[in-house]
């Protein structure tokens, strides 16, 4: 079991979000992988998810995108330094109101701001998650690790914790191989497939 990582270095989350996450993103020259498992997370005061919370669906989708695409510095980054952005999302079937109606679009916006962005069924890796106890993470360059530790009652960030074992870290690194491995380009995946199929996007 790795996570969540027993040796650790505490993380700032006074700001909501992990404090030292700008300066490891600035950082970065080669990749960056985030692992996405809840099924919802609470985004309260972005415009965008209070939308999707009032049940205004296409206010929602319109607003994350448009918060995306501003995010004009972090992909001006990554282009400048040819720094891979990989994002996983492990779904649960049915997918829940929040990946359909405001992830799954911000997703499309990822997408055109050059992020790869790649979806897998939880039961396609139920291996991994019964051997690891593997939740959410970010990868930074493969040589640090930040847990990202929610509280289940409410899916609000309570901890964040930097991986700080090599043994530990190559074992998220191996981990993180095996997830990509796994998982299939968002645009290609029978779930977004179907979410096309079904719903307007």
Same mark, same amino acid.
């Given at each position: ?9 505490? $993380? ?69 330094? !040819? ?39 939880? !039961? !396609? ?16 360059? !493969? ?25 530990? $870290? ?32």
């Amino acid at each position: 079991m790795i996570y969540p990582p027993s040796e650790y270095s505490p $993380l700032s989350i006074e700001s909501g979000g992990v404090d030292e996450f700008a300066t490891f993103f600035g950082a970065l020259r080669s990749r960056w992988v985030k692992m996405e498992f809840l099924q919802e997370y609470d985004e309260s005061g972005f415009e965008g998810y209070e939308a999707f919370r009032a049940g205004r669906f296409d206010d929602a989708a319109r607003l994350v995108q448009e918060m995306v695409k501003g995010q004009t510095e972090v992909y001006a980054h990554a282009r400048k330094h !040819d720094v891979d952005m990989i994002r996983i999302r492990v779904c649960e079937l049915p997918l829940s109101p929040y990946l359909l109606h405001y992830e799954i679009p911000a997703y499309l916006a990822d997408i055109e701001c050059g992020e790869q962005i790649r979806f897998i069924d939880v !039961d !396609d890796v139920r291996d991994i998650l019964d051997e690891t106890g593997v939740s959410d993470y970010v990868v930074f360059d !493969d040589s640090r690790v930040t847990a990202l530790i929610y509280d289940p009652r409410n899916a609000r960030l309570k901890e964040a914790r930097l991986v700080d074992s090599p043994p530990l $870290l190559r074992a998220y690194i191996e981990v993180t191989e095996e997830l990509i491995r796994r998982s299939t380009p968002m645009l290609e995946s029978p779930i977004f497939l179907e979410v096309k199929h079904r719903y307007p996007l």
